[in-house]
């Protein structure tokens, strides 16, 4: 079985609907990463985690809340969904320090149409 | 803030031919380097990491990079690609304590018959 694994794995919807992602991990890793990624712009950073209690803003968290309901699961919640929202979506975990290897999901395609 | 720049969008290489892909790093401090590889469909995996000692990292795959802090550079080899390496490439910086890590856009690799 995947250590990372993310659903759903391909999802449509439509212009200010709520949607949310899902990551969860058998890795036993405290940190937790939500990435996205964009043709020609490689992968930026939208919210980590550190542990269940601590939950920090990265690149662009702007149109994006999560929730950490435990070390092994962390999701990715879109409130108002707008069309630049679509894109290619990875949750990655890491082990201690933020030198650490991180260990991607599969990703998620999200189309907002 | 720290900053990945790969220079080259796309890379067609004959198999059998040498590789090098080219990643130029911004960062205040010593940086934690990595080269992730991203096949079709997949999430991304690691290839290799710097952090400290030996300039010259050996990664999975045949692959090895360089660390030359003189030119901030930190490039991906590889002496014989095989057409099982057409994939994305992705460089990453990273800090000790800063978990913020930084992509760069990628390079996507094509291997010609």
């Known amino acids: 079985d995947a250590d990372v694994t993310q659903t759903p794995r391909n999802r449509i919807t439509k212009t200010g609907k709520r949607i949310m992602l899902e990551c969860s991990q058998t890795?036993?890793?405290?940190?937790m990463y939500w990435y996205r990624q964009d043709p020609g712009l490689g992968l930026r950073l939208i919210y980590y985690s550190f542990d269940v209690k601590d939950i920090n803003k990265g690149e662009i968290s702007d149109g994006y809340s999560v929730s950490r309901q435990a070390q092994a699961k962390f999701s990715l919640s879109l409130e108002s969904a707008i069309p630049n929202q679509t894109a290619l979506y990875f949750c990655?975990?890491?082990?201690?320090?933020?030198?650490?290897?991180?260990?991607f999901g599969p990703g998620t395609r999200l189309t907002v149409l | 803030a720290q900053s990945v720049t790969q220079p080259d969008i796309h890379i067609t290489v004959s198999e059998g031919a040498s590789l090098e892909l080219r990643c130029n790093y911004s960062y205040g401090a010593t940086p934690y380097l990595f080269w992730y590889v991203q096949s079709p469909g997949q999430g991304l995996q690691l290839l290799l990491k710097y952090f400290s000692g030996d300039t010259l990292v050996q990664g999975i795959k045949g692959f090895e990079a360089e660390f030359k802090r003189s030119q901030s550079s930190f490039n991906l080899r590889k002496p014989s690609v095989h057409w099982s390496d057409a994939a994305e490439y992705f460089c990453a910086v990273g800090g000790a304590y800063n978990n913020d890590m930084r992509f760069g856009a990628g390079t996507r690799l094509t291997v010609k018959p």
């Open positions: 890795k036993g890793h405290d940190r």
């Open positions: 990655a975990t890491s082990d201690t320090t933020g030198a650490d290897e991180q260990f």
